[in-house]
């Protein structure tokens, strides 16, 4: 019986893991982005704040080689910020603070024909608080000016 009632116990703890976040704008959260690789890293000025973008498979496979104008379709970039701070040892150097937000831009150049072939999604803090926001067409409003650059304001970083 006790066995019986164990199992009980563990299969409900492992059935109550910790539910995705609603989607953002129709997207959901990629489940795997903790484990991309970084293409690329970015400060503001104007917000303070810190950026690591990373990238699905298909998008570091673009960036190690080049083919960026336009990005593929499959290419997932992610973006993730965090306010600055200072290192508590070493004042002169910014590290990450508080998480802002996270976002996402998804190339699909059919699906997302009418923002450049981008869908657009954002997660707000700690809790994963979806922005809706009109499909994107904000994000979009903004990424106008990197049209030169398949609307993606992200250099990938040199690398040898």
Same mark, same amino acid.
């Given at each position: 019986?006790?066995?019986?009632?164990?199992?009980?116990?563990?299969?409900?703890?492992?059935?109550?893991?910790?539910?995705?976040?609603?989607?953002?704008?129709? *997207?959901?959260?990629?489940?795997?982005?903790?484990?991309?690789?970084?293409?690329?890293?970015?400060?503001?000025?104007?917000?303070?704040?810190?950026?690591?973008?990373?990238?699905?498979?298909?998008?570091?496979?673009?960036?190690?080689?080049?083919?960026?104008?336009?990005?593929?379709?499959?290419? *997932?970039?992610?973006?993730?910020?965090?306010?600055?701070?200072?290192?508590?040892?070493?004042?002169?150097?910014?590290?990450?603070?508080?998480?802002?937000? *996270?976002?996402?831009?998804?190339?699909?150049?059919?699906?997302?024909?009418?923002?450049?072939?981008?869908?657009?999604?954002?997660?707000?803090?700690?809790?994963?608080?979806?922005?809706?926001?009109?499909?994107?067409?904000?994000?979009?409003?903004?990424?106008?000016?990197?049209?030169?650059?398949?609307?993606?304001?992200?250099?990938?970083?040199?690398?040898?």
């Amino acid at each position: 019986m006790t066995k019986y009632l164990l199992l009980a116990v563990l299969t409900g703890f492992f059935t109550q893991a910790k539910a995705a976040p609603a989607p953002s704008n129709g *997207i959901d959260l990629p489940r795997t982005y903790k484990n991309w690789r970084v293409i690329g890293v970015s400060h503001r000025d104007d917000n303070q704040s810190l950026r690591a973008i990373t990238g699905n498979a298909t998008a570091i496979q673009a960036a190690r080689k080049g083919k960026t104008d336009p990005w593929p379709d499959g290419t *997932i970039l992610g973006k993730l910020v965090w306010k600055d701070s200072r290192h508590p040892q070493w004042q002169p150097a910014l590290v990450p603070g508080e998480l802002v937000h *996270i976002e996402f831009m998804v190339k699909d150049s059919k699906k997302y024909a009418a923002t450049g072939g981008w869908g657009f999604a954002r997660w707000r803090g700690m809790k994963l608080e979806p922005l809706n926001n009109d499909g994107g067409k904000p994000c979009f409003e903004c990424h106008k000016a990197a049209a030169s650059t398949d609307h993606v304001f992200t250099r990938p970083a040199p690398l040898p």
